[in-house]
């Protein structure tokens, strides 16, 4: 029997310097995030006046999708870092074996290894 092996199907302790970096890349992603949101909020000045509707309706449908990922991302990204102080970062909410640190240098608000992550995607 041939078995495929993936960076998750290693057991990966993380380190404390790996777990600093991790929570770095975090709060930069968290301040990142809470910019975009404020910049998305405001209404640029070029709007407020008369132009085409249809134009002007598209670019605040654009900014209202690009608000509602923004805030998808933060919401994970404070999970992550709740889950960092509790102490409980970087283990599959799902399986509970460790996500390997790979993925989460990619993905730092990971909340499932990427066996589980695949599964979830395909239920959908």
């Known amino acids: ?5 993936s960076i998750d199907d290693r057991r990966s302790a993380l380190g404390a310097d790996d777990l600093a970096t991790l929570a770095e ?8 995030r809470r910019e975009q949101l404020r ?9 407020k006046g008369p132009g085409p509707g ?18 998808m991302v933060l919401v994970d990204v ?5 889950r960092m102080e509790q102490g409980c970062y970087g ?5 509970r074996r460790a996500i390997a640190l790979e993925r989460l240098m990619i993905v730092p608000q990971a909340r499932y290894c990427a066996r589980c992550q695949q599964v979830r995607r395909q239920d959908r």
């Open 1 to 5: 029997m041939v078995h495929n092996t």
């Open 25 to 32: 890349n975090l709060r930069e992603q968290r301040l990142f």
């Open 91 to 95: 283990t599959c909410h799902l399986c």
């Open 54 to 71: 249809r134009q002007v309706a598209a670019q605040a449908e654009v900014r209202r999708q690009l608000a509602a990922c923004a805030r």
């Open 39 to 47: 910049r998305l909020a405001v209404t640029p000045a070029a709007w």
């Open 78 to 82: 404070e999970a992550a870092l709740r």
